[in-house]
């Protein structure tokens, strides 16, 4: 199931035009999932945008968050369990990079 869930959420994040969409294996570095999916928006109107296809897309295959954080602000976090998705405005996401973070612990 991850990676046809990872497939699909890939999908929805490219179909509303995502920027930078990059996926992390993190299995080996945490517990706290196996993948990170990180995107950017052009704005927080965007961000939600694509916070909201993904959801809803997923919602009619009965596939539910465990949680969403940060809805209305710069960096929306949706917990699918073993995929973590990351919807950052540009701004904010070059703030956190936690890319370089993740890839720096992998070595």
């Known amino acids: 199931m991850n990676k046809e869930l990872l497939e699909k959420i890939l999908y929805l994040l490219e179909d509303k035009k995502a920027i930078n969409i990059e996926t992390l294996d993190i299995s080996n570095q945490t517990t706290l999932a196996d993948y990170f999916i990180i995107a950017s ?12 296809n993904v959801e809803e897309n997923l919602k009619k295959e009965k596939i539910y968050p465990n949680k969403i954080e940060g809805y209305n602000t ?3 976090l949706i917990d699918y369990g073993d995929i973590v998705v990351h919807i950052f405005t540009q701004e904010e996401r070059q703030n956190y990079n936690i890319e370089e973070l993740y890839k720096k612990n992998k070595a």
């Not at 928006?41 to 909201?52: E, P, R, V, W």
């Open 41 to 52: 928006g052009t704005s927080n109107t965007h961000i939600k945008a694509l916070a909201d």
């Open 74 to 76: 710069n960096w929306i």
